[in-house]
């Protein structure tokens, strides 16, 4: 079969056609159509937290049948739990609750931090936030709460975390 | 038949068609349609050079990282922005050709026996282009990579992988730490290092890799980006700032896609599809298929180890071993792993000749199922049985290009052989000499042989441009070459009626009644 390109006109013409359709397809497609990920009236809160939780008991002291059963270097005189208490948290928009979830520890011997993340689109403007977190299934009710009335530009993020070196929950 | 296989015919018949249209542009050789794996190694490759600039002017921190790309616009001439530019449009190109080439081969049923280890090692090579296309918008650090980076990060959290959550490191003004940018920096770099061994392992088993295509279609390629890239240079979206969620972003839909997909649906819901979508490409190859053709057979006695089948053999299937019995000569040895059964090893024996005087002709290398002597006894009995005609012609085809054997007439007589380059060329003189008045060979278009290198070495052999040629002394205006692929059968027949003329036109009136010379 003979190189048509060389030869006829027409064919420089789809080559032509066919390029710019290839131009077309990546140069239409790589900004266009434009997308809106959030509505412009629309805001978002973050909720996440890494939080080890309390142990689950209380130390003890260890028996001297207990002890006895362990080398002289390790008859450590208090027994303590490695596994740490799942973490509750609680977030109450505008007097409705908005979230509930327990994140449990990590590790083999959930002996690791908790860790959670979850977005939340809201529209924007002023709501009140509750937000309660347990980290000590030996204590009832919430070891945290906090209370606060927000203002959400469009497209704000406001990230709810728990920081204990800040005094717990933290909002930024 | 099976309705999948079905439905495959079907679409690769719509897939020729659009060939065909390429091919009335471009040629059948110059077809970018033929040339997709090669179209893809050279956009990997601009995208490598550009991507070296790019990296020397970045700056590889959070908070140096936007104004260093954003400057390159102010670079004289906007040659920055232009670099930048192409960068892009090369990695949507490389997405548009690999997916095109994917189907292609998969449309063509090019994923079992011999070609699954191809087709296998192809696949991550695409995921890998789409991971690393991803994570090249980070870099930038505008909002687009801002929200690109913390979907990815969405969309993997969907897995127990990390003990804390990867969104974290997205949360608040100063989250994005130059350690954090410093992994995004690896994964961009990275990435094409693994895709450079990737693409080495995927063309492992293929001889004569296509790892560039032709010259002009290069460039018109090279040139189309860079037009693209002056007439809409790529812009930075504003920089990333994680207090802000963006909202309208001019969106690369050809990389991302997969971030409004999740948003969409769910991080599960893709996680599921993805993970269904490479599993049934991987399962491809191990899907029952047709068996086989045998292998290639290699004949001690009579392969006198002059490697035209090592050569020859498109996928490296042949290798030279020391004869056990010629002390100093070699023997060919088939893989049969790695062996297409196309017969093109059988064109390359110097053995093959019709004119061996041994009256069951034996070549050094044959395929079981359709061997070079059955082929002359076919030829011989089938000119006999054309009688007195005139003008007869031998038509030797391909069982992947034109169906020849519908050529069949009162005057012709044709042969479908695995491939076309499974013809010695010698069968063309023999043809000649044992009463056809014209010989017509036809393979597949310029660029598609089914295994790849048959049409090229039919061509050059008998061209004489390749070793066995067609010897210099056979009248070239009685044989006629179409190179046509299924379905374009008007090239064969116009080649046929061409070739008729032809030879009735050379002998002349006084000789229409007379049989050819025989030599």
Redesign the interface.
């Known amino acids: ?6 030869s006829k006109p027409l ?1 420089w013409i ?2 032509v ?4 359709f ?2 077309l ?3 239409v ?12 009236d629309q ?2 809160i ?1 909720v ?1 937290f ?1 939080h080890q939780g309390k142990p689950v008991s209380d130390c003890r002291s260890a028996t001297p049948q207990e002890l006895a059963k362990l080398p002289p270097n390790m008859r450590a005189p208090q027994i303590c739990p490695r596994e740490r208490s799942p973490i509750a948290v609680e977030l109450d928009l505008d007097g409705v609750n908005a979230l509930r979830h327990v994140a449990a520890p ?1 590790g083999l011997s959930r002996d ?2 908790s ?3 979850q ?1 939340m689109q809201v529209a924007a403007g002023t709501h009140r936030l509750v937000v309660r977190l347990k980290d000590d299934v030996r204590s009832p009710g919430f070891d945290f709460v906090r209370e606060a009335t927000v203002t959400l530009k ?4 406001l ?1 709810i ?1 728990f920081d204990p070196g800040k005094g717990g929950i933290t909002l ?1 | 038949m099976h309705p999948l296989r079905a439905i495959r015919l079907y679409a690769l018949a719509g897939f020729r068609r659009l060939e065909r249209v390429f091919d009335a542009a471009f040629g059948s050789g110059l077809n970018p349609l033929r040339h997709l794996g090669a179209l893809g190694f050279m956009l990997f490759w601009l995208l490598a050079v550009s991507g070296i600039y790019l990296y020397v002017v970045l700056d590889t921190s959070a908070e140096g990282a936007y104004r260093s790309i954003d400057q390159l616009s102010r670079v004289p001439w906007q040659l920055g922005g232009i670099l930048r530019s192409l960068h892009r449009y090369a990695a949507d190109g490389l997405i548009v050709v690999t997916l095109a080439h994917l189907l292609r081969e998969g449309l063509h049923g090019r994923y079992s026996g011999f070609r699954r280890f191809s087709w296998l090692t192809g696949i991550p090579l695409l995921l890998l282009s789409y991971v690393n296309a991803v994570g090249g918008f980070w870099l930038n650090w505008d909002q687009l990579g801002q929200f690109s980076a913390l979907a990815t990060a969405e969309w993997l959290d969907q897995l127990p992988l990390f003990g804390s959550p990867l969104t974290r490191n997205f949360l608040g003004a100063d989250a994005v730490s130059d350690r954090l940018f410093s992994l995004f920096v690896f994964v961009h770099v990275g990435v094409p290092l693994l895709l450079v061994f990737g693409l080495w392992f995927h063309v492992q088993r293929v001889a004569r890799a296509k790892v560039f295509p032709p010259r002009r279609l290069a460039l018109g390629t090279a040139a189309t980006l860079l037009a693209l890239a002056l007439a809409a240079p790529v812009a930075s979206q504003g920089p990333a700032n994680l207090v802000v969620a963006p909202t309208a972003l001019a969106y690369d839909w050809l990389l991302l896609f997969v971030h409004p997909l999740t948003y969409f649906t769910s991080p599960a819901f893709v996680w599921f599809a993805l993970t269904g979508a490479l599993l049934v490409l991987f399962a491809l190859p191990v899907m029952p298929h047709p068996a086989p053709a045998p292998i290639a057979v290699v004949d001690a006695d009579n392969c006198n180890g002059c490697r035209r089948c090592f050569d020859d053999c498109p996928y490296a299937a042949v290798t030279m071993v020391p004869h056990p019995m010629r002390g100093v000569r070699e023997l060919a040895k088939v893989d049969a792993d790695l062996c297409a059964s196309c017969g093109i090893c059988v064109g390359a024996c110097p053995s093959s000749s019709p004119f061996r005087s041994a009256a069951e002709l034996v070549t050094g290398i044959d395929m079981p199922s359709a061997p070079i002597g059955m082929l002359r006894q076919q030829l011989v009995k089938g000119l006999a049985a054309l009688g007195n005609q005139p003008y007869k012609v031998a038509v030797f085809g391909c069982d992947h290009g034109v169906d020849v054997r519908q050529l069949t007439g009162p005057d012709v007589v044709a042969f479908s052989l695995m491939c076309a380059a499974q013809l010695p060329p010698s069968f063309v003189e023999y043809a000649l000499r044992d009463g056809a008045a014209g010989v017509l060979v036809t393979a597949c278009a310029e660029g598609s042989c089914e295994y790849r290198l048959g049409q090229r070495w039919t061509a050059e052999r008998l061209q004489g441009t390749r070793e066995p040629h067609l010897r210099t002394s056979v009248p070239r205006e009685r044989l006629a070459l179409a190179w046509a692929g299924a379905g374009d059968e008007s090239a064969v027949h116009q080649a046929l009626q061409s070739l008729r003329q032809r030879i009735t036109a050379a002998a002349g009136p006084m000789s229409a009644n007379a049989a050819p010379v025989r030599g």
């Not at chain 1, 056609?17 to 710019?20: A, K, R």
Request: proline fraction near 8%.
């Open positions: 079969m003979a190189d048509v390109s060389k064919a789809g080559q056609l066919l390029y710019g290839f131009a397809l990546i140069g497609f790589s900004s266009w159509p434009t997308y809106r990920h959030l509505p412009p805001a978002l973050k996440s890494s990590s690791g931090a860790a959670f993340y977005r469009p497209a704000q993020i990230v975390d930024q």
